[in-house]
């Protein structure tokens, strides 16, 4: 036994993280099948991008933080430059979100989920913490600079989520709770600017969480369609391949968006608890990961990476269930789709080389 786990730590292999990845990839296999109409060719592709993130997770821990620290910078300013490319040429529906390299498209703004995070940590790491007013000021240029890039495309969800990334790497700095209070309350201050910033989408996506009875047939389906069928699944659901709301396609977005609406129904309470527990395995390992880094860099990093995957579970479940607006964002590890699926297993990646490069030094 403490051979095996002296090779997975070699191999810069965190079994907790790995397990943990492996069931909810599994977990998502299994309800794209029944989401999808029971599509072998949709679970096969989701199947290859699952396996291009594993892989690229695996590679990604091979990369020391100190390296990483390194190309910080780097990586910062490739992934401004493909904003801006998408800005420029970019596609998708009603909004340019997307970038088209030949045969391969991807999501330039999900990369930034990562690159936002490594960089401010990088940026903090040889300061005195906690940072004065300068480094806050630049640490949030650092942030508000993709995010304001990604908002025009227009992507608000995606612009919160990358700010979040980068505002939690400040937070754990140490940054003063008289700042935090100053900016909460300045924000609440603007917050009647803000919504004439809008778009009308987006400005009808917050009145419909209020009231999705308004317009039950437009702007209000998504979220009355998804609460039916998280609640008809009761506890222990209706059985696998046996829910209605997306079987007889009331449920929208079924296998993206929503797939979690299509889980609760399947396999009710039970089930969400099962989902509920692989999440905090992966989210308690990388807070643990965090608080043993040996330096700045690495607890700032595995910190801000952890609670950046915790705001996608609390945003996507809060969504379906209708306590936030619908803000397209995926469930991590569980929705069909590519970027954000490997851009993820590539955060887990990061806390795999944390914690075991760590190890690595140790023992040796």
Partial sequence: MDSERGLLVRLHIDPQLLSGALILCGLGLVVLYSAADQSIDVVMRQSIRMSIGIV???????????RLARWAPIIYLVGIGLLLAVYMFGT???AQRWLHLGVVQFQPSEIMKIAVPVTVAWFLFD??????????IVALLLVLVPGFLIIEQPDLGTALLVMAAGLFALFFAGISWRWILSAAACGLLAAPLAWFLLHDYQRQRI????????????????????????GSGGISGK???NGTQSHLEFLPERATDFIFAVYCEEFGFIGVIVMLAAYALVLARGLSIAMSAQDSFGRLLAASLTMTLFIYIFVNMGMVTGQLPVVGVPLPLVSYGGTSL?????????LMSIQTHRRFIVDT
Avoid: C, E
């Avoid at 300061?127 to 806050?136: A, D």
């Avoid at 308004?214 to 702007?219: A, E, F, H, K, S």
């Fill in 56 to 66: 690229t997770m695996l590679l990604v821990a091979q990369i020391s933080p100190a």
């Fill in 92 to 94: 998708g529906r009603g």
């Fill in 127 to 136: 300061k005195v913490l906690p940072p004065n007013l300068r480094t806050t």
């Fill in 207 to 230: 009145l419909t969480l209020f009231d999705p009875q308004q317009d039950p047939l437009g702007t209000g389906y998504h979220i009355i369609q998804a609460t039916i069928a998280v």
């Fill in 239 to 241: 059985g696998w391949l």
């Fill in 342 to 350: 490997v851009t993820i297993l590539a955060g887990l990646g990061i």
